[in-house]
Nanobody
Framework: VQLVESGGRFVQVGGSLRLSCTASGDTLQDYAIGWFRQAPGKEREGLSCLSTSGIEYSESVKGRFTLSVNDDAWDTMYLQMNALKPEDTAVYYC???????????????????WGKGTPVTVSA
């Protein structure tokens, strides 16, 4: 499966943004899928993932970010981000791994397929 992120841009503190991740070559239905981000000088951080176990969120984004999928075609995943903070500034990635082939879908090293990322900058 190939993944392409879009929607990243400059946004003011407190604002909202929705990122998209479009899949080709396969649908997302048989994968665990997730959103990650990487800020300069920091490790890649898992934010949210969807698997047969449900949707998980990291503590850093719980209550502010929402993962969803267009469950008619299962070819696009979204990340709705609200109440954005300067510390949310990062490059945001979507990722996927076949169901059953991972331990923790919030752990970057468990994911097999990655997009190239879309940058988000949050500033006052």
């Amino acid at each position: 499966v190939q993944l392409v992120e879009s929607g990243g841009r400059f946004v003011q503190v407190g604002g909202s943004l929705r990122l998209s991740c479009t899949a080709s070559g396969d649908t997302l239905q048989d994968y665990a899928i997730g959103w990650f981000r990487q800020a300069p000088g920091k490790e890649r951080e898992g934010l949210s993932c969807l698997s047969t176990s449900g949707i998980e969120y990291s503590e850093s984004v719980k209550g502010r970010f929402t993962l969803s999928v267009n469950d008619d075609a299962w070819d696009t995943m979204y990340l709705q981000m609200n109440a954005l903070k300067p510390e949310d500034t990062a490059v945001y990635y979507c990722a996927a791994v076949p169901e059953g082939d991972y331990n923790d879908c919030l752990y970057a090293n468990d994911m097999d397929f990655w997009g190239k990322g879309t940058p988000v900058t949050v500033s006052a």
